[in-house]
């Protein structure tokens, strides 16, 4: 017999049956829209029609719309990148590394979480496109042989690296994802009452029907990808950070770079899944299922990580000094007191200070603050990436050619655009997938729901107590 | 999904207890009956092991399909960089292979997600256009459901339905396919 461990708090609350999990689950997909989600869906698409056309005029016109000049040659574009990118990882590291180290809790945020992984890479992805200029060529970065004596690709640069990184995290995210996903489609397909839902999550749910063979496998393949997926993450922002780390630019020329930036992003990626669930479980009801229990471990996340942030941007000061290059030692002065010091210092605010306020438990508790929090720490987390790149660029060598950055209204379109995307792709996600992976939240009601019900099953639709109607009984 | 014909005829027990079903396994082939498969909303531990299913050997396949991604990348590295068009970056060797790690990894991770979902979904017969043989439409919700073919089994249909029933089915049904 199981029996819930005192010690722990539980992760699913009010006496939730397995019937009563599909059914609070499916509710979202079966149901209507509500006019929460109308709202906010028509807001996204409105935002991501706006993003279009500044894209579609970026491409068009070239990117001298943007404010880059020739000084300054990465700003806004590689910001968003490495930024959404970031936020990419929780969902990794939350489905995957969680997994790997048996934490219940990943059960209830896991499926939202990489669906944000996803849409987080695509956005991140049509920053690369954008910054190319002329997209169209965007193939040259892969190894094919070409018109030109078969000049083939750098496989020294870290910007081929990142062509892979990229691409291979957002296929094994996908396939991950999708994976997932299976069993839970298979539910809704045999719920399903009109015949295109029942074809359309029929074809999607693969013919499932959970027989303990494919259970077995299913496991087995979970786990492997669990295990690949966790080097896999860490390889992609380590990768993202060597686009920087390998130059000799000073201020990005720095060892410290891999661990900072795999610690940032999860770091930014949990905020955003904060933010993302908190309105989720409260639009969807869904507060049995993400708990305080959950917003606190996951904060104790965003704490830990923030920590490890704050630790190496004083390392970089402290190694810019003792290393004794002037160069080095100008770049990091410049970023605190130059012309940039606004960016610097809401950086260190909002990554290294405002995380601190979770060591009290009844801030790290308390959803409003969770919120606020969160939004804060993904403002200091963009900031962090453009004080790394435009404060490290605008002053370089010669001061003649020194400049500051402003960006024009293309580099906030375009940005803009990418919020439009991802809303509008997850809230599509938010009505027509469950939001959270029924079948993993089904077997850990055992051992981690606050009280069983008499009978764990439940009653499930369109069944009665009294008699079974799905079959002829056998008398 | 064809492979039973017309006349397979199954007695399915249905279980409200995952913890039941599991002991039921037990019972039910200790008392002669061969069990087809047993279908939850869940993975139950163990339960592969209680109905005698081998040890999955995907993990051979995910190791194979890894290596020879990695291989694809080591070769194509060492014919553009170090073949087809040789050059000397930063006074090292045309084949630099430290600074390939990074993808021959990618490639590596990516060759064995692919491979290894790949042939889970085609070993267990998965697939857009499959139609999957139900034999309760619960067993996706809440119920768990044990499926035995009667036509691999020398008892009669009454004997098995109370062989199931005294494990704990709280029904017992017919499906005929």
């Known amino acids: 017999m199981h029996v819930t461990s005192p010690v722990r708090t539980p992760l699913v609350t009010g006496g939730k049956t397995y019937a009563d999990v599909t059914e609070d689950i499916c509710k979202q997909v079966e149901g209507k829209p509500t006019r929460e989600w109308t709202i906010a869906f028509v807001i996204s698409f409105v935002v991501l029609i706006y993003g279009t056309c500044c894209v579609f005029w970026t491409w068009w016109e070239g990117l001298g719309v943007w404010g880059l000049n020739k000084t300054v040659g990465w700003a806004w574009d590689i910001t968003n990148f490495v930024w959404w990118v970031g936020i990419g990882h929780a969902g990794t590291l939350i489905s995957a590394i969680l997994l790997l180290f048996r934490m219940k809790y990943r059960t209830s945020i896991n499926r939202a979480a990489e669906a944000m992984t996803i849409f987080a890479v695509l956005c991140a992805a049509s920053f690369i496109l954008m910054h190319m200029g002329r997209p169209w060529l965007a193939y040259w970065a892969l190894p094919l042989p070409n018109a030109f004596g078969s000049l083939w690709v750098n496989f020294n640069s870290p910007l081929v690296w990142d062509v892979f990184a990229i691409s291979t995290y957002f296929t094994v995210s996908l396939v991950f994802w999708y994976m997932g996903l299976v069993p839970d489609l298979a539910t809704i397909r045999d719920r399903a009452t009109s015949k295109v839902s029942r074809y359309i999550y029929g074809a999607f749910s693969l013919g499932w029907n959970g027989g303990a063979k494919t259970w077995a496998r299913y496991e087995y393949i979970s786990l492997i990808l669990a295990g690949i997926s966790t080097p896999l993450v860490l390889s992609v922002h380590t990768i993202v950070s060597m686009d920087f780390a390998t130059s000799v630019i000073p201020g990005w020329h720095t060892t410290i770079f891999p661990p900072y930036f795999v610690a940032g992003a999860i770091f930014s990626g949990f905020a955003m899944v904060q933010n993302l669930m908190l309105i989720t479980r409260v639009v969807f009801k869904l507060e049995d299922y993400i708990t305080f229990e959950h917003i606190e471990s996951m904060n104790k996340i965003i704490t830990l990580t923030g920590s490890i942030v704050g630790v190496a941007y004083i390392t970089e000061f402290f190694i810019a000094w003792y290393s004794g290059v002037e160069y080095e030692r100008y770049a990091f002065l410049n970023r605190m007191l130059g012309p940039y010091w606004w960016a610097y210092w809401a950086m260190m605010t909002c990554n290294v200070i405002s995380p601190q306020l979770f060591w009290s438990r009844k801030i790290r508790r308390s959803v409003t603050w969770t919120f606020v929090l969160s939004v804060i720490v993904n403002i200091g987390m963009w900031f962090e990436r453009f004080v790394i790149i435009v404060t490290s660029l605008h002053r370089d060598y010669l001061p003649s050619s020194w400049a500051m950055f402003s960006p024009t209204m293309f580099d906030i379109g375009d940005y803009i655009f990418s919020f439009g995307l991802f809303f509008t792709l997850f809230l599509l996600f938010a009505k027509f997938l469950p939001v959270i992976n029924m079948f993993e939240v089904k077997a850990i009601i055992r051992s981690a729901s606050e009280k069983l019900p008499k009978s764990v099953s439940g009653v499930a639709k369109g069944e009665s107590v009294t008699s079974p109607t799905f079959n002829k009984n056998v008398e | ?177």
């Open chain 2, 1 to 177: 999904m064809s492979h039973h014909n017309d006349s397979a005829k199954f007695l399915v027990g249905v279980y409200d207890d995952d913890e039941v079903v599991l002991k039921a396994v037990t019972e039910v082939k200790s008392a002669g009956v061969r069990i087809h498969e047993v279908y939850t909303p869940f993975p139950i531990h163990g339960l592969d092991v209680a109905l005698g299913h081998p040890r999955t050997r995907i993990g051979i396949a995910a190791f194979l399909f890894g290596l020879t991604g990695f291989l694809t990348m080591v070769s194509l590295t060492y014919y553009t960089m170090g073949y087809d068009w040789p050059m000397i970056i930063g006074g090292k060797d045309n084949y630099a292979y430290p600074a390939y790690i990074p993808v021959m990894f990618e490639l590596t991770v990516l060759f064995t997600a692919l491979g290894m979902v790949g042939t889970f979904l085609v070993s267990n017969g998965l697939g857009p256009t499959v139609k999957p043989l139900m034999f309760d439409l619960r067993s996706t919700d809440n119920k768990f459901v044990m499926a035995i073919d009667l036509s691999k089994n020398r008892q009669s249909e009454v004997e098995i339905a109370s062989v199931l029933r005294a494990s704990g089915a709280a029904e017992v049904n017919v499906k005929q396919f």
